[in-house]
């Protein structure tokens, strides 16, 4: 016993270093994967979907967002680290029982940004899933990336949208994701329409694109009612 402790007291120094120095390492390799800084994923939630009660997101059958600050109809949360990769990623009622209304198994990657958009209406069990990656390659110097995306129940047969009186997007269907198009930096008049008409259902009339940045212009609500449901149209800035 004594000849062993004499023997490990006189190992060279530069190799009692390199041990703690790869423990130091893999420990510190733990806590980044564990950790919402580590994991530098983005993500954020918004229901669109009128008749829905408040909504919590669950990962490994955790909360993530506070029960007193559940996702509310029409109301942005802006982007949020993520607690860990596992999944499932559940979406459950904020109301008592805690249903779990969508249950997602997702690859994050990390360093990106995510969108869940929540559509269709829990009345006629038409509840639907939007799920968008935000995060895409720069563009040249002196422009910015739109792109769009259509939650709007009611526009079955595409919305067609115009920038400064020039078509940017056309046809676009219901929960579907155009790809991203640059535009050149300034302001903007973007217009809403359905696909084969000439009624604007929604103009934007001051969206401003600056350089290097990627927006998302997406349409919620009901083309047939005039309510707080009713058709609408708002910009998400990705980065």
Do not use: W
Not at 34 to 57: A, E, K, T, W
Not at 101 to 112: E, N, P, V
């Amino acid at each position: 016993m004594i000849n062993d402790k004499a023997n490990i007291l006189n190992l060279p120094l530069f190799i009692v270093g390199l041990l703690l120095l790869t423990l130091g390492i893999a420990s510190c390799g733990k806590q980044a994967s564990n950790s919402p800084v580590g994991l530098n994923i983005q993500y954020q939630i918004l229901n669109l979907s009128p008749d829905l009660f408040p909504v919590n997101l669950y990962v490994d059958n955790q909360p993530v967002n506070s029960i007193t600050n559940p996702f509310v109809y029409n109301v942005n949360h802006n982007y949020f680290y993520v607690p860990s990769v596992d999944t499932p990623y559940q979406i459950r009622t904020a109301l008592s029982s805690g249903l779990t209304l969508f249950s997602r198994h997702d690859i994050l990657k990390s360093g990106l940004k995510y969108t869940l958009f929540i559509t269709g209406a829990s009345s006629d069990h038409s509840l639907a899933e939007i799920f968008t990656t935000d995060t895409a390659s720069a563009p040249v110097i002196g422009r910015g990336k739109l792109r769009f995306v259509n939650a709007s129940p009611t526009a079955t047969t595409g919305l067609d949208i115009s920038a400064n009186g020039t078509t940017a997007f056309s046809k676009i269907p219901y929960k579907t994701v155009s790809k991203y198009i640059e535009l050149p930096i300034g302001n903007y008049d973007l217009q809403v329409k359905a696909t084969g008409s000439t009624n604007i259902l929604k103009d934007l009339p001051a969206v401003t694109i600056q350089d290097g940045r990627l927006y998302t212009l997406y349409s919620y609500g009901y083309t047939t009612r005039i309510d707080t449901a009713a058709f609408n149209a708002a910009i998400l800035i990705n980065k």
